[in-house]
């Protein structure tokens, strides 16, 4: 089976501080990504990457940054955490890029932000 | 991608069939429809897609209409880990920035009761 995993299940930061969300994908996923899931507004894409060192801006990227250093690890980067980053932030990957593919997602970071 | 609309909530007797309808009016001849499912506290899972054909695995059934405006999420034998919240989602693969992006909208939650 697949398996996607994320670093933390929960976390709290403070405003201000640089916080870092690691995801893990074990079976050689080409494409990984990250979303955060917020009550009333589904889940929204921040970034993708679909190879190592490549990434694409998803719907709201502002506030964030990634980085794929290896093909297994997808990283989420708040470079100064705010309160209104407080979400929970899911990571999934997929297999290769022809879209068509099912996408499988981490158990789920829940960030709070005071 | 298409909208699609879903009712808000279903309910369904442990056992029996649960039947989750989507309708996807403005669907296009090269969309697919997807079906995800969340339940509570975890990352979105992956259950069925299909394009045209009605569509079989191990976990549930998909039927789609010939015109392809409105599909059924059909759960054979729903136990009480099947509630969770049932997403439908219509895309299609754009290529370019792209790269399978998932757009969640509101969902189905659906409660099995023993």
């Known amino acids: 089976d697949v398996k996607v995993t994320q670093s933390s299940r929960y976390l709290v930061k403070r405003t201000g501080e640089k916080v870092f969300l690691e995801c893990v994908q074990d079976m050689d996923h080409e494409n990984m990504f990250w979303y955060r899931q917020d009550p009333g507004l589904g889940l929204r894409l921040i970034y993708f990457s679909y190879d190592v060192k490549m990434k694409e801006k998803g719907d709201i990227p502002e506030g964030y940054s990634v980085s794929r250093e290896k093909k297994e690890r997808f990283s989420l980067i708040l470079e100064s955490a705010s309160t209104n980053q407080t979400s929970m932030y899911l990571c999934?990957?997929?297999?290769?890029?022809?879209?068509?593919?099912?996408?499988?997602f981490g158990p789920g970071t829940r960030l709070t932000v005071t | 991608d298409a909208k699609t609309t879903q009712p808000t909530s279903m309910d369904c007797a442990e056992g029996r069939a649960a039947n989750l309808p989507c309708n996807h009016s403005?669907?296009?001849?090269?969309?697919?429809v997807y079906w995800y499912r969340q339940i509570h506290s975890q990352g979105p899972q992956y259950i069925i897609h299909?394009?045209?054909n009605n569509e079989t695995n191990e976990m549930a059934s998909l039927i789609i209409t010939e015109d392809r405006k409105s599909s059924t999420l059909i759960l054979p034998h729903a136990t009480l880990r099947d509630t969770a919240v049932y997403y439908c989602?219509?895309?299609?693969?754009?290529?370019?920035?792209?790269?399978?992006?998932?757009?969640f909208g509101q969902g189905t939650i659906l409660t099995v009761h023993p």
């Open positions: 403005t669907i296009s001849g090269n969309e697919y």
């Open positions: 989602i219509v895309r299609v693969y754009a290529g370019g920035t792209s790269y399978g992006k998932l757009t």
């Open positions: 299909g394009l045209k």
């Open positions: 999934a990957s997929s297999l290769e890029t022809s879209g068509y593919r099912e996408q499988y």
